[in-house]
């Protein structure tokens, strides 16, 4: 067995890969038209703490909006927020509400 250590060089009893990962990830929210549904305006709203009527304004200004960046805990939880505003989780042949791309 290999010794697993933390962040501070101490071995640890559990490994959580999720805890080694030090890659910051970003969320950026892509519109596909130029005007913003009201999913968009919402889940900005939410995700960046603006009200509507700031985010309506801020995703007018750009066409690929930062949602959230951070390590990998922080992105779990933010899609988990976003999931709310996506729409369905099975396949339709509807447009999906959101498209947010991470890497």
Not at 11 to 20: A, E, F, G, Q
Not at 24 to 31: F, G, R, S
Not at 40 to 50: D, K, L, N, V, W
Not at 88 to 93: F, I
Request: net charge positive; aromatic share 10%; proline share 5%.
């Amino acid at each position: 067995m290999t010794n697993i250590l933390n962040e501070h060089d101490c071995p640890v009893t559990s490994d959580i890969p999720m805890l080694r990962d030090r890659t910051i990830y970003k969320l950026y929210l892509i519109k596909e038209r130029g005007k913003s549904t009201k999913e968009e305006i919402r889940a900005t709203s939410q995700m960046c703490g603006f009200n509507y009527i700031e985010a309506s304004k801020k995703l007018r200004e750009e066409e690929q909006f930062l949602l959230a960046e951070g390590d990998a805990y922080e992105m779990r939880d933010a899609l988990k927020v976003i999931s709310l505003y996506s729409g369905p989780s099975r396949p339709t042949n509807r447009r999906p509400k959101l498209r947010v791309f991470y890497w």
